[in-house]
């Protein structure tokens, strides 16, 4: 266990905790069995955690194949009477939504939790959607803490309230509050449930549209019994400051009303939301009685603000009440303690001065980059040559979620069209059916089990005529290297059956398959302009594992190779810089090519005569 050792200690001790490992901590005192997920910024540090521990521990863990998978995996757990966890992305809600709405119906024995990982201002994620709007569309109650001490507490309160109304609870973090740091205070550890039992109830856990009929009552009649819980739920919290103004808010927006107010030297009243699904609205209406006007503050969706101007339109309040719809509260993106210093001014009529601290607006710009010695750019360095030797200037290529969605960048730009999770395959048939031009699509491992495989079965059934390159880096790379189904181990790092993407591809039915190793470049241009010849469906597997992976073996073996530039030979060609484009590579003062010995990952593809035939790049053992 390691590095981990500290999230076992005993009650009453105190530890500096990622929002992220408080969660785990709370699973441990909350005595859950089962844990699952799909990897997917800003959850993933959970996976990280109890794939270390969990074994150890006695909580069973896996990486599901997507986040559906998850769900229904801990959704029949949960059901069997052992306390379960399913954790993802805000995206990956999407994912497991069919299984989730049902799972309002069917209800939990059990305690359900579901951890959504919102990501506001979208840091690593293609879309800002509000998961709270699953809670209210799904008639579940919703958990939202402020902090890694609440993120612990809340989740024990989470799996007993989940227990105690028999449904499942969704647990709303951001990203701010699950990569926040601070100290927390331990509690008791519960003894886990490792095996359950099933007891058989057609009525209940078959929904037939009779049975889903009858279901619905149930679920109205729960959703009533919990807003009663919501208005006595400690998790829902009033701060008095004696003041005419009053700020109603949720999550990470608390820690920066905090802030406002130490920067404005100002103290508002507070009604803070834990239990923010279904709302407390006798607490909201006696909040807003008492205050002459009202600040709702939130980030993304005017989710809560909706809930205050119907109990106000309701109860014939006269307050007025600001927020996102009146442009009090900017609508789109994270809030931070200036956007709220700014609202707040607002309210208070008073004179907005923006921090001088606040210079994140003249950082000279970072875009992400693919690593030195990622296979992924010897892939596309390949593409781009044979599609010019073939004169193919018109084509499209699909992308899909992860780091090979870096492709955009320039000088390989291989990234037209990206919607979600395996689209790329989905997409590439799209094209194919309504274009005449040529179609490269671009999908990981990972993603290709996650969500791929039902769009090359749709692709071969349908006779679509495009070229799919999966690229496998051995890894979910983008998220911090977790397993995938085609790797021999499993997320508790215990052996498991690694499944063959070539074989599984031919067992689709697509008849050109072949797998490449992406260093070789001379057979990698050549399979890649076989496809490209073909009329019809073509699949490239490009396999070679992360550079990240190839360097820790490395530096395991206890060997390292770099290049350098032989400048007798060198040419000053520029085309290791301007098409091969390894960020290792630049130019001296003196206008010389030469190679970073920090940054080079001695992969050596850039020494092979396709990208230097003037053979100027040597290798350097060390």
């Given at each position: ?56 521990i ?17 959704a029949?757990?949960a ?62 109650p ?8 609440e993120?612990?507490d ?6 007993n ?47 037939l ?43 990470a ?10 920067m ?30 009202i ?19 309701i ?11 009146d ?35 003249n ?84 993603t ?36 995938n189904?085609?790797v ?63 360097d ?38 003196e ?32």
């Amino acid at each position: 266990m390691g590095k981990y050792d500290v999230i076992l200690g005993n009650e009453g001790e105190k530890h500096f905790l990622l929002g992220n490992e408080a969660i785990v901590r709370g699973l441990i005192e909350s005595g859950v069995g089962i844990a699952t997920t799909y990897p997917g910024t800003p959850s993933s540090e959970i996976g990280d955690v109890l794939s270390n521990i969990a074994k150890d521990i006695g909580i069973y863990f896996e990486y599901s194949t997507n986040e559906k998978v998850a769900l229904e995996v801990a959704a029949a757990s949960a059901a069997s009477g052992i306390r379960s966890f399913v954790f993802m992305k805000h995206v990956g809600l999407n994912v497991a939504s069919d299984a989730f709405m049902s799972i309002s119906f069917t209800g939990t024995k059990a305690g359900l939790v579901i951890m959504t990982g919102d990501d506001p201002s979208m840091f690593s994620s293609q879309n800002e959607q509000d998961n709270r709007n699953y809670a209210e569309f799904a008639y579940v109650p919703l958990i939202e803490p402020s902090n890694p001490q609440e993120a612990k507490d809340f989740l024990v309160y989470a799996f007993n309230l989940s227990e105690k109304y028999e449904k499942p609870v969704l647990f709303r973090t951001t990203t701010r509050v699950s990569h926040q740091r601070a100290n927390v205070v331990y509690g008791k550890k519960r003894e886990i449930t490792k095996i359950g039992k099933f007891e058989k109830n057609p009525d209940r856990f078959v929904l037939l549209p009779s049975n889903a009929y009858r279901a619905k009552n149930e679920v109205i009649k729960k959703l009533e019994d919990l807003k009663k819980e919501s208005e006595i739920s400690p998790l829902n919290v009033e701060i008095n400051n004696n003041s005419e103004y009053g700020i109603i808010t949720s999550g990470a927006t608390y820690n920066y009303i905090m802030d406002a107010f130490n920067m404005l030297n100002i103290k508002l009243d507070i009604l803070k939301l834990g239990f923010s699904y279904p709302p407390p609205y006798q607490k909201i209406e006696n909040f807003i009685k008492r205050h002459n006007e009202i600040l709702v503050a939130e980030e993304v969706d005017p989710f809560i603000e909706k809930h205050v101007r119907i109990v106000a339109q309701i109860k014939n309040i006269n307050v007025p009440i600001h927020g996102k719809f009146d442009g009090y509260v900017e609508f789109s993106y994270e809030q931070n303690p200036d956007r709220i210093v700014k609202s707040i001014s607002k309210l208070l009529n008073i004179e907005y001065k923006e921090s001088k601290n606040n210079n994140i607006n003249n950082l000279p710009p970072r875009p992400p980059v693919l690593c030195p010695g990622c296979p992924h750019r010897a892939t596309f360095y390949a593409v781009k040559l044979v599609t010019k030797q073939l004169r193919l200037g018109d084509v499209i290529y699909p992308s899909d979620i992860g780091c090979y969605t870096l492709g955009i960048q320039p000088p390989y730009n291989e990234a037209d069209y990206l919607l979600c999770m395996g689209s790329s395959v989905g997409t590439g048939g799209g094209f194919s059916i309504s274009t005449k031009q040529k179609i490269i699509s671009f999908i990981g491992d990972s993603t290709f089990f996650h969500a791929g495989i039902p769009g090359l079965i749709n692709a071969v059934h349908n006779n679509h005529k495009f070229l799919l390159i999966i690229l496998d880096n051995r890894t979910t790379a983008m998220t911090g290297h977790q397993p995938n189904p085609g790797v021999p181990f499993n997320g508790m790092r215990e052996p498991a059956k690694e499944i063959d993407i070539e074989k599984l591809v031919k067992a689709i039915g697509v008849e050109y398959v072949k797998t490449v190793d992406p260093y070789d470049l001379k057979n990698t241009i050549i399979a890649i302009r076989e496809a490209l010849q073909r009329d019809g469906l073509s699949v490239i597997i490009s396999k070679r594992e992360c550079a990240l992976l190839r360097d820790a073996e490395m530096i395991k073996l206890g060997k390292w190779v770099r290049y350098q530039v032989n400048q007798d030979k060198c040419t000053k060609c520029m085309n290791c810089i301007l098409n091969y484009s390894c960020p290792a590579f630049y130019l001296d003062p003196e206008g010389r090519v030469m190679i970073d010995p920090v940054l080079c990952d001695g992969c050596g593809v850039c020494a092979l005569p396709q990208v230097c035939g003037f053979k100027a790049i040597e290798r350097v053992e060390e």
